[in-house]
């Protein structure tokens, strides 16, 4: 693990308190699907096939997902997609280049992930993506029947989004000299998505597959964040404009109508429906 990542803290106050417990669940039933490290090895694996083209150029063509040969039973396309490098873009200087800073930028957020989630959830937020991926790959094919190769570094663009979310200040050295932060970077991946779409518009739903591992586990999570600060933000501009009335309370209960004022030892939270809570109406 990179010791520089500030672990994420998840609140268990009203839904959030729900969620955890959800989360804890599941991961004592399926504690035995954590794999630490997954997304190091699935580059490894690209690196490993990106290799095997120089010996046979058409290793990748071979992996790659199709379904019809799948269903004739090469059955092993349909994992083996996943890290098919036919997509890499030759076997030149620049390809091997960018073969490194994507092993690299792998590391980096698979180590990031698991310091901020967990082992666990962060593999379940790979396997969420090979489903995803799987998923969009058999629609695509039954709808259009072409060869999309490559379609696996999906998974590195989710990962890398997430990581971007969470860690949105981190410097990278870009070309080794430049520092650019982590976000600036998501923002020029996500712009190169948006022209895609609006070159081939029927791709969007792939998109959305092959991202969705990343709206749920991290999109969805950071906009009911901003959402909690603005909510907080216009509270206290509400709290700013009471003081002149002699109302100089901050929290109140939504429940029981109780404030730090009128009892000082109360701890107050934020719940998911946007309203504040005592400590003994949390759960309530």
Not at 83 to 93: E, Y
Request: proline letters at 4%.
């Amino acid at each position: 693990m990179f010791a520089w990542f500030p672990a994420c803290r998840h609140g268990r106050d009203g839904k959030g308190s729900v969620r955890m417990e959800f989360l804890e669940k599941w991961e004592r039933k399926l504690g035995w699907m954590s794999f630490p490290g997954l997304l190091r090895y699935y580059a490894l694996f690209h690196v490993m096939v990106y290799l095997l083209q120089y010996l046979n150029p058409h290793i990748g063509q071979i992996l790659e997902f199709d379904l019809g040969k799948i269903m004739s039973g090469e059955v092993w396309r349909a994992v083996t997609f996943l890290f098919s490098s036919s997509g890499m873009g030759g076997q030149g200087g620049l390809s091997l280049l960018a073969v490194y800073f994507m092993v690299v930028i792998a590391f980096l957020c698979s180590d990031g992930l698991e310091e901020a989630w967990g082992v666990f959830r962060s593999s379940m937020f790979y396997y969420a993506g090979f489903a995803g991926l799987l998923l969009a790959n058999v629609i695509y094919s039954i709808l259009f029947p072409v060869p999309l190769p490559g379609s696996g570094f999906f998974m590195y663009e989710a990962a890398f989004f997430a990581f971007a979310t969470l860690f949105p200040r981190f410097e990278l050295l870009l070309f080794f000299i430049l520092p650019v932060q982590v976000r600036w970077l998501a923002l020029l991946g996500v712009l190169g998505i948006l022209i895609s779409v609006v070159k081939a518009p029927l791709i969007i739903g792939f998109v959305i597959l092959g991202l969705a591992n990343y709206i749920l586990w991290a999109g969805i999570p950071a906009l009911r964040g901003q959402a909690r600060v603005i909510e907080s933000a216009g509270r206290k501009r509400k709290f700013e404009k009471t003081k002149s009335t002699g109302d100089e309370s901050f929290h109140r209960c939504a429940k029981c109508g109780r404030t730090e004022v009128s009892d000082p030892d109360l701890e107050f939270r934020m719940a998911e429906d946007g309203k504040e809570y005592c400590e003994d109406h949390l759960e309530g």
